[in-house]
């Protein structure tokens, strides 16, 4: 039985889980963490994973499945290596997995591949989705069918080295007092295999209506975007990165502006913290991962679930995974 604010599996290490319902089951597209010894550092070189599995429930209550490999790094034309947190969408009677990696030349690019299955296997398109770069794609696919994807992430995710539309090595973000940079959202083609429109920064505001500043780590976009719809209005969340934070803006227009709303989740064990939010019946769930079942390693990592509450003014509640 899958318990609360416990590890959904024990035999392999997960993270970043992106949750969906599909076919009236609960699925789970994570990260597969390595049980490798590596050096922790700012590049995120210690996250070096090689390939996918799909875990799904029945219910939340229900005992938690994991699929087996659904995708493998040397499949994958394009990629050479970290496969980083992924997501996966359904359209046109098609499941489609999306995940980032760095191609030949280390730089990060998001890719695409598709399968019949929730479970997959799911077979990659030959070349990443053309104009994409950096980390953490999530799909949502709107309920006028229109899909968006969110993305992008600092530091070993070099959304700092995208500022002009070109891939500079060098680049460096925005001074703490300039404002913060933005994920990124495109729409995606019919075919879901392409953008139809070119990224956008989105802005992420203040309650006076004035940009989050990069200085502000504590509400600043790092990494890890989700985007989920409650009473017709867009949740964006996200992680604040070095202060380890889960945090939320909202919006009436799925590419923004976004103004920032609160915490949703509290720091966990280890340096990463990313979640996802899911509808099942009638209730709302956070999955998130953290790395107790690791003793702490940051690169070892489980994915955790909670129900998520919501006040009646449309705000959540602030979760403390470790709350007894
Ligand atoms: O799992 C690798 C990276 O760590 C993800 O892409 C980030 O969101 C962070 O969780």
């Not at 992430?153 to 940079?181: C, M, R, S, Y």
Request: charge should be negative; glycine fraction near 8%.
């Amino acid at each position: 039985m899958a318990k609360r604010n416990e590890p959904l599996v024990t035999h392999i290490y997960t993270a970043d889980p992106s949750a969906h319902v599909f076919e009236g089951k609960l699925y789970i597209y994570p990260s597969h963490d390595l049980d490798h010894e590596k050096t922790s550092n700012d590049n995120g070189d210690q996250y070096d994973m090689e390939d996918y599995h799909v875990l799904s429930m029945e219910d939340p209550d229900a005992p938690c499945v994991d699929h087996g490999e659904a995708l493998h790094l040397r499949d994958i034309p394009w990629a050479k290596q970290q496969l980083w947190a992924p997501d996966a969408a359904f359209k046109n009677d098609t499941y489609y997995l999306f995940f980032p990696a760095r191609d030949g030349q280390g730089i990060f690019r998001i890719g695409v591949a598709t399968g019949k299955s929730p479970t997959g296997p799911f077979k990659p398109e030959a070349d990443y989705i053309p104009g994409s770069f950096s980390i953490d794609p999530a799909v949502l696919v709107d309920e006028d069918d229109k899909a968006y994807m969110y993305f992008g992430g600092l530091w070993g995710g070099q959304l700092e080295k995208w500022q002009t539309g070109e891939f500079l090595p060098d680049a460096e973000g925005p001074d703490p007092t300039e404002p913060a940079l933005g994920p990124r959202v495109a729409r995606l083609s019919d075919d879901m295999l392409g953008f139809a429109s070119a990224p956008k920064e989105i802005a992420i505001v203040d309650e006076n209506g004035r940009p989050i500043l990069a200085g502000d780590e504590e509400r600043r976009y790092f990494e890890g975007p989700w985007v989920h719809k409650y009473n017709g209005l867009y949740y964006l969340s996200y992680s604040t990165g070095s202060t380890h934070y889960i945090v939320y803006a909202t919006s009436t227009n799925p590419e923004g502006p976004y103004h920032y709303r609160g915490r949703i989740l509290t720091p966990v064990i280890g340096w990463t913290t990313h979640h996802s939010i899911v509808q099942f019946k009638e209730r709302w769930y956070l999955f998130y991962h953290d790395s107790s079942l690791s003793g702490g390693a940051d690169n070892k990592r489980s994915v955790k679930f909670t129900e998520l509450h919501y006040n009646e003014d449309g705000t959540i509640r602030t979760i403390d995974p470790y709350e007894v």
